[in-house]
């Protein structure tokens, strides 16, 4: 029977969820690095026992960890993220030009095919690639380098690279997104980039339609459509059929169409995940309610999800990197909050339940479905 | 034979139990004593200090003799105490919410 690892970072420290492929049973390891924030773990899709962790503190910086055996132990390999060449300025909060600063990986994506080459998703925005198993980083310095690099600000969480999406049809193309620059498109591996804004409308920049200024929360794909993506963006639910060359606005039916989260059924390319927050500044869901919301028609029609989900008092925010499905049949969807629950449903949404509680802050959940 | 304390977080990151003890060559400085410590441990590299400037990180002080040396040049020789392994060079993290 399939066996299923759900991989959760918190703000203290991070956590290993282990159950059989009926999910029903969990067993909790952790806390691993404690009282370290764990912005986020995931596993390499060539070897499932092949772990990355990225382990930050505003004390001792940055520390890229490995592991070779599921998680059971760990070892530190290379934190030197080092800018190519002279890295310029970007803007700052008060419109006022910053120089670009390393502060922590906010995203490991380990590549489809080999353990040993994983990318990492940095503050102040850039990519980081390293083919050694996480010893050695580079710089992919075009996207930094990009035209529009000297104009990106931060959102309120940083200028951070936060998603990473590797086209399994095609190892050259690759997608990432970063706040509050927006989203961007690689068709040679990360030399050259190309932002991919049009469509998006932000209300807080100057220029509503500019092409760079757009606060992308988090982008989801499903690996047998690399045509197709989902976003949720600051404001707006928004979807592409073409790669990312044009979006449009799927989300207008939702109680708020604001959210950090969005994720795709393994099963059903068309059946998408959200969780509305409510926002300008609460971050908290709508109505003291915890649903998530699903389309069974890639967006525009939407159903609330809450069976087994608390529906009164409930005021929790799901981060950018905080929901995950795995590839079983029925699709398993988890969720960790900041209240330091993770809920999972093993049904495609249909009933949640919560399989760990009372962690610190979630700050991102991962999911790998084992044989 | 130097002496060094590490806060809690750092002795976890090294794997290390109780206090650290160096050998440095040479004249006995903040700078020497961080080359030698992360030339033994190197999984602390950019921890205390930044890889490219060596500048310290802003929440980590260095403590020797009841002074804070954290804002003494690196060059600076230790005091006498520390450099013959009679008071520890202690590596803090600073005091902060969180």
Known sequence: ?371 | MIRVVLPTHLKTLARVTGEVQLQVEGPVTQSAVLDALEARYPMLRGTMRDQQTHKRRPFVRFFACQQDLSHEASDTPLPDAVAVGAEPFLVIGAMAGG
């Open chain 1, 1 to 371: 029977m399939s066996k299923v690892r759900v991989l959760v970072g918190t703000r203290k420290g991070a956590f290993v969820l282990n159950s059989d492929g009926k999910r029903q049973n969990w067993e909790v390891s952790g806390p691993h690095f404690a009282g370290w924030e764990m912005y986020h773990l995931k596993g390499s899709p060539a070897d499932p026992n092949r772990l990355y962790a990225s382990q930050s503190s505003g004390w001792f910086g940055q520390i890229i960890q490995r592991s070779n055996d599921a998680g059971k132990t760990w070892e530190p390999v290379g934190n030197k993220f080092e800018y190519a060449g002279v890295p310029g300025t970007h803007q700052w909060y008060d419109g006022s030009l910053r120089p670009w600063e390393f502060k922590r990986v906010w995203h490991l994506e380990p590549s489809l095919n080999d353990p040993d080459t994983v990318y990492a998703g940095v503050e102040d925005a850039a990519l980081f690639k390293s083919t050694d198993g996480g010893q050695n980083w580079e710089e992919l310095r075009g996207l930094r380098e990009y035209s529009t690099g000297p104009n990106w600000q931060p959102g309120a969480g940083g200028l951070c690279l936060h998603t990473i999406i590797q086209d399994p049809s095609n190892a050259q193309r690759m997608w990432i997104a970063i706040s509050a620059a927006g989203t961007f498109r690689t068709e040679d591996g990360g030399t050259t980039w190309k932002a991919i804004n049009a469509g998006l409308k932000s209300e807080g920049i100057p220029n509503p339609n500019a092409d760079e200024g757009h606060c992308v929360h988090h982008i989801a794909m499903h690996p047998d459509r690399p045509g197709v993506l989902f976003m949720q963006k600051h404001w707006d639910v928004m979807r592409s059929d073409n790669a990312g060359d044009y979006w449009y606005d799927i989300g207008e039916t939702l109680p708020t169409d604001f959210g950090f989260v969005i994720d795709v059924n393994a099963n059903q390319p068309e059946t998408v995940y959200v969780l509305p927050i409510k926002s300008d500044s609460e971050h908290f869901v709508p109505d003291g309610a915890l649903r998530v919301y699903r389309s069974r028609r890639g967006g525009n029609e939407w159903e609330a999800l809450c069976n087994g989900l608390p529906q009164k008092d409930v005021y929790l925010n799901v981060y950018r990197d905080a929901m995950a499905v795995d590839r079983l049949d029925p699709c398993g969807i988890y969720f960790g909050t900041s209240g330091g629950q993770v809920y999972a449903s093993a049904d495609d949404g249909d009933s949640w339940t919560a399989i760990v509680r009372d962690l610190p802050t979630v700050l991102s959940v991962e999911v790998q479905t084992l044989p």
